[in-house]
Nanobody, 122 residues
Framework: QVQLVESGGGLVQAGGSLRLSCAGS????????MGWFRQAPGKERELVTA????????YYADSVKGRFTISRDNAKKTVYLQMNSLKLEDTAVYYC???????????????WGQGTQVTVSS
């Protein structure tokens, strides 16, 4: 099985940047597509971005396109989310997830991290 641990969240002012990391374990880590989801209070968990096995294909939600960048380092078993030009509406708990293919719904991912809080202030 794959275990995932997120880190890098925190408090940042609007317009600032953060980089989230998701460290994985397990021999099959590099065989999984990875996604970043977020969940704000009162809202459903939504896909922010996803990346294929070797980083050749990516997906971005329209709300973050041009501001966020997903990347992965399979040698380090880590996936990253670089977040720039942060907005108040980016405030949420961010989760990384592993799945067989890039997918947009939570039920299509097999493994989840515990989440890391990102809070954007004015």
């Amino acid at each position: 099985q794959v275990q995932l641990v997120e880190s890098g969240g925190g408090l940042v002012q609007a317009g600032g940047s953060l980089r989230l990391s998701c460290a994985g374990s397990g021999r099959t880590f590099s065989n999984y597509a990875m996604g970043w989801f977020r969940q704000a209070p009162g809202k459903e968990r939504e896909l922010v971005t996803a990346i294929s096995y070797f980083g050749r294909n990516t997906y971005y939600a329209d709300s973050v396109k041009g501001r966020f960048t997903i990347s992965r380092d399979n040698a380090k078993k880590t996936v990253y989310l670089q977040m720039n030009s942060l907005k108040l509406e980016d405030t949420a708990v961010y989760y990384c997830a592993a799945g067989t293919l890039i997918a947009q719904t939570v039920d299509e991912y097999d493994y989840w991290g515990q989440g890391t809080q990102v809070t954007v202030s004015s």
